[in-house]
Nanobody, 119 residues
Framework: QVHVVESGGGLVQAGGSLRLSCVASGRTFSLFVMGWFRQAPGKEREFVASISLSGGTTTYADSVKGRFTISGTNAKNTVYLQMNSLKPEDTAVYYC????????????WGQGTQVTVSS
């Protein structure tokens, strides 16, 4: 079992920055990939970014490339999402999720943190 908790959301003006944090606890020795997703009102949840905790490989959605950066700690159970040049369309609930070694899907999710970007 893995428990995932996000933090760092808030209200920011367009062009501003926020940093989200995600901490996983429990079976952290089995963590393989940690990722961020977001869901805006009336829209489906979409992928934002992910990082492989073994090799550090990162992947980004086209909509955030060059603006968002995902990173992980040496402890490999915490990841951050640095969000720069925020736009009103980035407004959403941001969720952190993890893939365990041997799994093919994101099986554990946090409760989400709200990010609101005002114009």
């Amino acid at each position: 079992q893995v428990h995932v908790v996000e933090s760092g959301g808030g209200l920011v003006q367009a062009g501003g920055s926020l940093r989200l944090s995600c901490v996983a606890s429990g079976r952290t020795f089995s963590l393989f990939v940690m990722g961020w997703f977001r869901q805006a009102p009336g829209k489906e949840r979409e992928f934002v970014a992910s990082i492989s905790l073994s090799g550090g490989t990162t992947t980004y959605a086209d909509s955030v490339k060059g603006r968002f950066t995902i990173s992980g700690t040496n402890a490999k159970n915490t990841v951050y999402l640095q969000m720069n040049s925020l736009k009103p369309e980035d407004t959403a609930v941001y969720y952190c999720a993890v893939v365990l070694t041997g799994a093919r899907t994101y099986d554990y999710w946090g409760q989400g943190t709200q990010v609101t970007v005002s114009s």
